[in-house]
T-cell receptor
Framework: EAGVAQSPRYKIIEKRQSVAFWCNPI?????LYWYQQILGQGPKLLIQ????????DSQLPKDRFSAERLKGVDSTLKIQPAKLEDSAVYLC????????????FGPGTRLLVL | AQSVTQLGSHVSVSEGALVLLRCNYS??????LFWYVQYPNQGLQLLLK??????LVKGINGFEAEFKKSETSFHLTKPSAHMSDAAEYFC?????????????FGKGTKLSVKP
């Protein structure tokens, strides 16, 4: 069974530029999560989708971050414009359902904003 | 609100020694608790989870954790460390029966294993 796929693995941009990350969850997983992991900290949830609907985006900085999961499968997270403090690893995870369903993580996209 | 505190950002043990990584949680409702491991430049891999059955939970790679409600703890242990255990370990909590299921993570503990 294929795991959660993410691309790109690494991205370097200058501040005020835009960037997009892509995630393809495990086949059949209805729930998809985007986490931000800043160096030295644990992952923090940015947004959670159930199929193509948003369940929780309370911690997403909506003035610069956006995410979509149009067909309820893969998802894109965008930052526009990027700030220095956005430098982090962006992790995508998926699970069969909500609640106690185990979340499976992708390898992450490491973003450096200069 | 839920939170997780991992005591010790860095733990160093000798190969063959006991591994003990500490995790305390705060939750207003019965929680589900998880331990994840992260190897360099990789995503998180589930080691084990507690969802309300046995309080002693066995996971992969010889790790286990014990849920102690009275101490609000979920410490991770392994009897004998191996060099391959060197990684960062994260404790996480989510609300049992919650409609969302998002994980609240601790700050992580980096485990070093000396030969």
């Amino acid at each position: 069974e294929a795991g959660v796929a993410q691309s790109p693995r690494y991205k370097i941009i200058e501040k005020r530029q835009s960037v997009a990350f892509w995630c393809n969850p495990i086949s059949g997983h209805a729930t998809l999560y985007w986490y931000q992991q800043i160096l030295g900290q644990g992952p923090k949830l940015l947004i959670q989708f159930q199929n193509n609907g948003v369940v929780d985006d309370s911690q997403l900085p909506k003035d610069r971050f956006s995410a979509e999961r149009l067909k309820g499968v893969d998802s894109t997270l965008k930052i526009q414009p990027a700030k220095l403090e956005d430098s982090a690893v962006y992790l995508c995870a998926s699970s069969l359902g909500q609640g106690s369903g185990t979340q499976y993580f992708g390898p992450g996209t490491r973003l450096l904003v200069l | 609100a839920q939170s997780v505190t991992q005591l010790g950002s860095h733990v160093s043990v000798s190969e063959g020694a006991l591994v003990l990584l500490r995790c305390n949680y705060s939750s207003s409702v019965p929680p589900y608790l998880f331990w994840y491991v992260q190897y360099p430049n990789q995503g998180l891999q589930l080691l084990l989870k507690y969802t309300s059955a046995a309080t002693l939970v066995k996971g992969i790679n010889g790790f286990e954790a014990e849920f102690k409600k009275s101490e609000t703890s979920f410490h991770l242990t392994k009897p004998s460390a191996h060099m391959s255990d060197a990684a960062e370990y994260f404790c996480a909590v989510t609300m049992r029966g919650g409609s969302q299921g998002n994980l609240i993570f601790g700050k992580g503990t980096k485990l070093s294993v000396k030969p």
